[in-house]
């Protein structure tokens, strides 16, 4: 087994971003490269062995091919990828056919027959069961029925290493879930990261566990080929970088969880050396600060020796002046009331200079704390001092500019000029004392927003000379609104404006329209199919097709032409000033020819449509509502239509949407009232001529518009999603009715239940299947499941997946309305069908053309040769049966032998008391 890792660490702040731009530079560059003689590579892996590897449509990736084609580099090498089952793949790789078989376990075994890289990481096998089993060690193993991957080390583990024989290998996990799940074996021996992968996509995350963990941890690196011994030292090397540079640890993240033992190191490692820093840190400032205070007092030690020594000295001063004091007491005294006079001035004049020094010291730190400049220009020599921190900011070496005038105007943004020109007159001529103004200037080659406050001086004329004030940064703040207009007025996404935008863009052009002789449309754009897109390649496809066909929109943009998203897959476009009616229709078809194209997605190519509604301003109205209201009805008509084509707006359209909605409504009660029915069309054997099974129809008779034909709501329960809930009752109901018949001990007959995509879709159709048919006792054997062609055709791949889940339940598959789609045989001998069902457009041929014409006896061989039983449909007429018959088709549907009949007429049908509508 290729044990895989279980060690992801704690996400990096880096984004995933990163891979994306390698990718992106990596994988345009492969054409050119592969004509330059690059050196090749044959590289191929497990075709389904996730989260390492994943095939779908022709193409693998996963962890191990993008980590791969990170690591070569196409100026190097050709990489040639393939995937196959594993057991092939080491086979290739031991015979030299292929070059690197991926990342798997490094084994003493393997070191003899394979070269392999530097390690990648490491991994562990766990042992899963159900949650209500009971408490196990490995030494229990011995006397368990054991399930693990076939070909995988996991099985040799258990040959060699527990000597465990008995067990069964399977080659889908799945396979092995759905064992555990029903009690046919006790335990899964396997690699943690496949199970779980495997568990979340059976949907059995939480009902199997695993109860022994972290077993035979191994190595995993890249297998490569004895012939390929050149590769090694390249992938080394190239695996060092991208660890290096964190690529890795991004892609790492992709495909693995938070708790990974690699991850795990390198945090423990960043945090102690974290705590170390800090740690040193702290000590060189507590040593710092020791070596501070040590000097600090040994300053003072000798600054009180000194003054010691000096005390000395003045107290034997001090006595001798003393003598001499009483000599001149007296001229002392006289002098002194002129002293104490000199002290109080002096006293007084330190104590303004040392409020001016505090005041100069605050001025000094608010003007240096905060963001805000303070200035003063005066305007009689046009020098302007300004405070330190924005003279530098603004790129001025001195704090008082000369020649200020010239250079500020230099500076303002030519858009904000007048303002600013307006504001300075309002001041000249006295009407404002003082004002304020924001503006744009120039700053480090671009432009930033300035809210500046000033108040004019004037001189005794009335003349400003001077003008003081403040001037701040406000460049955040206009940022941040502008972040909130776009969140209020844009759409996320796309960049396109939003429905709020578009209400109020509607407005001014009614307001100028109504009075003008042009006209404006509105087209309500609608793509077709667009869930598709999202169930079958993701949603993250799905939003990157929504922003290249904004991009592709606004191509269209000249003046007058508005584009907006107003919902999921739902853009509104208008042009205005329209002067021809003729106009109006040109723009819709370059609308629908600019959406009806090959989309290149990531490496995935889809192709979309469109569905427009347009509307007529101001003909169709003045409300911003109703038009918008009279646009979707008139979209939902060309959606009705055909869908990729476009309907101008009438009148009727509303009242075709109002009865559309009414059906729904009226399906919604049916289902809460229990208004349907099922009715029962039987089959009969062409050989036997007897009945061999039925069909289940649904029936609706409304309580006062009387019968509805299915053809009018089934569409719109498959559209609104009700399809589910009515599949469900009919499905129960006739498994019910089934089991009724045969505990009457006379029938016991298989019954087809036709399954809409919509059903087959729902995640929950398995486990709801499984619940009526436990829950009526009925035999899987008896209910058959009915689908069409197009079913399928849109998600083959998960269409076959459910289909085999249901196939193994015992429940079998018919092909409904065979030979009506493009591809039915194609991807007939893919599905696992029982039973196909040909068209009743090909029975109507029969008679009309010449046999050798037909094509029945073909699709009969071929069906037959697939191991199919064939059923025709609407069978009306005996030359259509005695031509089926000759054609040895098994099973005939029809008028010919009976119509649809209610559950009691079935019953005197199978009773031979009624007869069927054609005797022969």
């Not at 001041?427 to 200037?441: G, K, L, R, W």
């Amino acid at each position: 087994m290729k044990n895989r890792i279980s060690n992801p660490g704690k996400k990096f702040i880096k984004k995933f971003i990163l891979i994306s731009i390698c990718c992106f530079f990596i994988i345009p560059g492969y054409p050119v490269a592969a004509a330059s003689g690059r050196k090749e590579v044959i590289y191929q892996v497990d075709k389904n062995y996730p989260p390492f590897t994943y095939s779908n449509n022709n193409r693998v990736y996963g962890f191990d091919p993008d980590f791969t084609n990170l690591i070569f580099n196409t100026r190097d090498y050709d990489v040639r990828y393939s995937y196959d089952t594993w057991d092939k793949v080491y086979e290739k790789v031991l015979d030299g056919k292929v070059d690197i078989a991926g990342i798997i376990a490094v084994t003493e075994e393997r070191k003899k027959n394979l070269l392999f890289t530097d390690t990648i990481f490491y991994s562990s096998v766990s042992v899963y069961t159900r949650p209500n089993f009971r408490e196990i060690d490995l030494e229990d193993l011995q006397e368990l029925s054991m399930g693990t991957g076939k070909g995988y080390y996991t099985e040799e583990l258990l040959r060699d290493e527990l000597k465990i024989k008995d067990y069964t290998a399977y080659e889908d996990m799945s396979q092995a879930l759905e064992a555990l799940d029903k009690g046919n074996i006790d335990v899964i021996f396997e690699d943690h990261w496949l199970m779980d992968s495997a568990l979340v996509a059976s949907n059995h995350k939480g009902s199997i566990t695993a109860q022994i963990k972290d077993l035979y941890p191994l190595p995993h690196a890249y297998a490569v080929s004895k012939s390929r011994p050149d590769l090694v030292e390249y992938m080394n090397r190239r695996i060092k970088e991208l660890k290096g540079n964190g690529v890795f640890d991004e892609i790492y993240m992709k495909y693995f969880y938070s708790h990974s033992d690699y991850y795990l190191k390198s945090q423990r490692i960043r945090s102690i050396a974290i705590i170390s820093i800090v740690g040193v840190s702290i000590l060189l400032v507590i040593a710092a600060m020791k070596v501070y205070i040590d000097f600090l007092k040994k300053r003072l030690s000798i600054n009180y020796t000194k003054l010691k020594n000096v005390n000395h000295e003045l107290e034997e001063a001090h006595e001798i002046l003393q003598v001499q004091y009483e000599e001149i007491q007296a001229q002392y005294e006289e002098i002194q009331a002129q002293m104490e006079e000199i002290q109080a001035q002096c006293e007084e004049i330190d104590e303004a200079k040392k409020e001016l020094e505090a005041s100069e010291e605050r001025y000094r730190l608010i003007a240096e704390c905060t963001n805000d400049g303070l200035f003063d220009w005066d305007l009689t020599t046009d020098v302007m001092y300004l405070s330190e921190k924005w003279c530098n900011r603004l790129g001025f070496r001195s704090t008082g500019v000369e020649e200020f005038s010239k250079k500020w105007q230099g500076m303002i943004k030519k858009e904000n000029e007048a303002s600013v020109q307006e504001m300075a007159s309002l001041c000249q001529t006295q009407q404002e004392e003082s004002f304020a103004a924001e503006f744009q200037i120039s700053h480090q080659e671009e432009y930033i927003w300035v809210n500046v406050k000033g108040k004019p001086v004037k001189d005794e004329e009335g003349n400003i000379i001077r003008i003081a004030g403040s001037i701040s940064d406000v460049n955040e703040h206009r940022r941040y609104e502008d972040r909130i207009f776009r969140l209020a007025y844009y759409d996320y996404l796309t960049n396109l404006p939003n429905r709020v935008f578009l209400n109020e863009t509607m407005e001014q052009i009614l307001s100028t329209v109504s009075g003008m002789k042009h006209l404006a449309a509105l087209y309500y754009v609608d793509l077709d199919n667009f869930k598709h897109i999202n169930d079958t390649l993701g949603h993250s496809y799905g939003d990157m097709l929504l922003q290249s066909i904004a991009e592709e929109l606004l191509l269209l943009k000249q003046d007058s032409y508005y584009v907006f998203r107003v919902g999921g897959d739902e853009f509104i476009i208008i042009v205005d000033k329209i002067e021809r009616r003729e106009e109006i229709t040109l723009w819709a078809d370059r609308i629908l020819e600019l959406l009806l194209k090959e989309w290149h997605l990531q490496g995935c190519e889809t192709y979309v449509s469109a569905s427009i509604g347009i509307t007529v301003l101001p003909e169709d109205g003045t409300d911003v509502q109703k038009i918008l209201k009279s646009a979707d009805a008139a979209m939902y008509v060309a959606k009705a239509s055909g869908k990729g084509k476009y309907k101008f707006f009438q009148e009727d359209m509303l009242h075709r949407v109002e009865q559309r909605s009414d059906l729904e409504q009226s399906i919604r009660k049916a289902i809460e009232r229990q208004e349907f029915e099922i009715y029962y069309q039987p089959y009969y054997s062409v050989a036997e001529e007897n009945i061999v099974g039925m069909e289940a129809l649904i029936r609706w008779v409304h309580p006062h518009k009387g019968r509805i034909s299915p053809n009018e709501f089934i569409p719109v329960a498959e559209e609104t999603g009700l399809i589910r809930e009515i599949g469900r009752w009919v499905m129960e109901q006739v498994c019910r009715q089934n089991k009724q018949w045969q505990e009457k001990g006379q029938w016991k007959l298989p019954i087809a239940v036709n399954v809409s995509e919509l059903q087959l879709e729902d995640r929950d159709f398995i486990s709801d299947l499984e619940e009526i048919l436990l829950k009526t006792g009925l035999d899987p054997r008896y209910l058959h499941i009915e689908i069409t062609e197009s079913n399928f055709m849109q998600s083959m791949h998960a269409s076959v997946e459910t289909l085999d889940r249901i196939r193994r339940l015992g429940v079998d598959i018919a092909l409904d309305d065979f030979g009506t789609g493009y591809s039915s045989l194609n991807y007939l001998q893919h599905l696992p069908i029982a039973t196909v069902k040909i068209d009743k457009s090909f029975i109507d041929e029969i008679g009309k053309r010449s046999p050798e014409s037909l094509i029945l006896s073909e699709i009969i061989s071929i069906a037959h040769k697939l191991g199919m039983k064939v059923i025709a449909e609407g069978v009306e007429e005996k030359g259509q049966v005695d031509y089926l018959a000759d054609k040895n088709c098994d099973m005939i549907q029809g008028y010919y032998y009976s119509k649809p009949l209610p559950a009691g007429d079935v019953e005197e049908l199978l009773a031979g008391k009624r007869e069927t509508v054609n005797m022969k």
